[in-house]
């Protein structure tokens, strides 16, 4: 356990509120204290620890003082072992746009957070931003300050800088600066999470988010190709009406026009050239879809929960490609992975000869490298 420096405890564990400073016998009683207490430190926790089992104790232990004042005071009962056993999952999303606020509401409707914080870092208040003010979401808290994402199991970032007749480089050098003022607060806060990033360029901000944070490739992922992946096989199953006899297929490598598709499975259940062709023709249906908000934010949540349920399911997100298809340079690229609670578990590597997608996933990475070698971090 640490002493978690804030606005209510020093270094030295001393204890400063409203209530405490303002104490008045025979007006103040224990119980207010207490009450004020749970408020405060439900904000801002006044202990840490590097184990995630001792920060689930420390919120459940403010949930359980919480029912004591209730007037359940049975410290024996079985309840208390309920709240020793249950793991409370935080999720922090960065950005208050309309991205940030699409991820807000498709997690919030999946159920996968005890704790949902949306961490809105612009002046003022906009439109989505004001109306999840007036309407309020369970479990979700709307912050400005960073120290509020403290102890997350994922962070999600959706800022995106809005540039003004720049270059594109300008604008994602915009975006760097943006993640070199956060990542690192952040990463500070909640220093076991796993951060998702869904800013643009996915993989070039993953990269970054990976250099600013120091925290290890495998806890550091990119939206990626999720969502095209997902519609690519729903579209050969639903739409082709295709027999694929459960081969799974994925789109991977750079989000955009250099995107590839790539076959799991044996070839012997479906040909090459049959392979090929049958996601020839779901990519074209696939092209005619656009990326809206809320379908990124469905995407992002269906990532989340793999991540926080630690579903050890296979999606096609952006994740440091050195070493893979004969990549030498440090980028982010989509390929197949294992995600659960500690990020990727597993890259699926290729079992055959793939040509055609090794020269696309080497040209995506040199052109990548080229753009970082840009940027100034």
């Not at 309407?135 to 709307?142: D, Q, T, Y």
């Amino acid at each position: 356990m640490e002493i978690s420096v804030g606005k209510h405890v020093d270094a030295q564990g001393r204890i400063y509120l409203p209530y405490l400073q303002n104490w008045s016998h025979p007006k103040s009683v224990i119980v207010g204290l207490i009450k004020e207490m749970i408020a405060k430190f439900q904000e801002e926790l006044p202990l840490y620890s590097l184990s995630r089992s001792d920060e689930a104790r420390q919120v459940d232990l403010l949930a359980y003082i919480a029912k004591i004042t209730e007037g359940v005071s049975d410290i024996n009962s079985k309840n208390w072992a309920n709240y020793e056993n249950k793991t409370v999952k935080k999720i922090t999303v960065v950005g208050g746009g309309e991205l940030g606020v699409a991820c807000t509401l498709a997690i919030s409707a999946k159920g996968l957070a005890d704790r949902l914080v949306l961490l809105d870092l612009s002046e003022g208040t906009k439109g989505g931003m004001m109306d999840l003010h007036i309407f309020n979401l369970p479990n979700v808290e709307i912050s400005k300050d960073p120290s509020a994402s403290a102890h997350s199991n994922v962070v999600i970032f959706t800022v995106n800088s809005l540039g003004n007749s720049q270059s594109y480089l300008d604008v994602v050098q915009r975006n760097v600066d943006m993640f070199r003022a956060l990542v690192p607060a952040l990463g500070h806060h909640s220093p076991n999470s796993v951060l998702l990033v869904a800013s643009q360029p996915v993989e070039v901000m993953t990269y970054v988010a990976w250099k600013l944070s120091a925290f290890p490739a495998t806890r550091v992922i990119g939206i990626g190709c999720n969502l095209d992946s997902q519609r690519l096989q729903y579209i050969i199953t639903n739409v082709l009406k295709a027999q694929t006899s459960g081969s799974p297929v994925w789109v991977i490598g750079e989000q955009g026009e250099d995107k590839v598709t790539k076959w799991g499975g044996q070839e012997e259940v479906m040909s090459r050239n049959a392979q090929v062709q049958l996601s020839g023709r779901a990519m074209e249906l696939l092209r005619e879809k656009g990326q809206r908000s809320w379908s990124v934010g469905l995407s992002v949540a269906d990532l989340v929960d793999s991540l926080i349920n630690d579903k050890k399911k296979v999606h096609s997100v952006s994740v440091l490609a050195k070493g893979y298809y004969d990549i030498n340079s440090e980028v982010f690229l989509s390929l197949p992975c294992i995600l659960g609670a500690s990020g990727v578990s597993e890259v699926i590597r290729s079992t055959g000869k793939e040509d055609r997608v090794t020269e696309k996933l080497q040209g995506s990475a040199s052109s990548l490298h080229d753009l970082q070698q840009q940027l100034k971090l």
